[in-house]
């Protein structure tokens, strides 16, 4: 038991690595956060944009968000960053990874956000209109209010989803979490730094489920 516990907690390496794991925590919470933020407005404007009803748009929209949910983050990644320089667009890793997730984020986020907006009741778009209130400011100070508040527990538990994607940066050896275990592991020669991170992990995403708990009781006690 000592020989295990030795071989995947070895103290000195935990010493040595630790300050490169905590270099990989920073740049695997700045991608989070970056993707949260564009992937969260973009879903957002798109959803408003369907509300419009404008056929061309709307099938432009459901098309991006399709294909976007279809297609797995790693394919897309990989396309990103090994393809496009074939014609000319050539991104950064860090950049790659924050498009990619900040895409799909968006895609799922736009379909989340629009189910909200028809799940509201077509009288309150009616209510909205009878005071003078034009269709965008109907839809913005009242329908959008509503349908944000009953998607709020789907929203969170899909971004949790996503951000733990950020993983993913470690193909394109964008110095994440991962990609700074997987070094010194290969340095060391010991899983240590895995075990390490992997810790980290559920220190970073733990918390956010409970969050996410608490909020999907709250808010469906709303509904």
Request: aromatic fraction near 10%; glycine fraction near 4%.
């Amino acid at each position: 038991m000592n020989a295990i516990l030795q071989y995947f907690f070895d103290w000195d390496i935990i010493v040595k690595s630790f300050p490169f794991l905590l270099k990989g925590l920073v740049t695997t919470l700045i991608i989070a956060a970056l993707t949260i933020v564009f992937g969260l407005a973009l879903g957002l404007l798109l959803a408003c944009l369907r509300a419009f009803h404008i056929r061309l748009v709307n099938l432009a929209i459901i098309i991006f968000a399709d294909v976007l949910r279809s297609i797995p983050a790693l394919v897309l990644l990989i396309v990103v960053y090994f393809a496009l320089p074939e014609i000319g667009i050539r991104l950064s890793g860090f950049v790659a990874v924050v498009l990619v997730l900040s895409l799909v984020m968006a895609a799922f986020a736009e379909e989340i956000i629009w189910s909200g907006i028809i799940a509201v009741d077509q009288g309150q778009w009616e209510a909205g209109r009878s005071t003078g209130l034009t269709f965008t400011q109907t839809l913005g100070s009242i329908v959008l209010l509503q349908a944000v508040q009953m998607v709020i527990p789907p929203l969170t538990n899909k971004m949790i989803n996503i951000t733990k994607n950020t993983a993913l940066a470690s193909v394109i050896s964008v110095s994440e979490m991962l990609n700074q275990a997987s070094s010194q592991q290969a340095l060391y020669a010991n899983p240590t730094p895995l075990t390490l991170v992997a810790i980290l992990y559920v220190a970073l995403f733990f918390p956010l489920v409970l969050l996410s708990r608490r909020i999907e009781a709250r808010y469906s006690v709303v509904r």
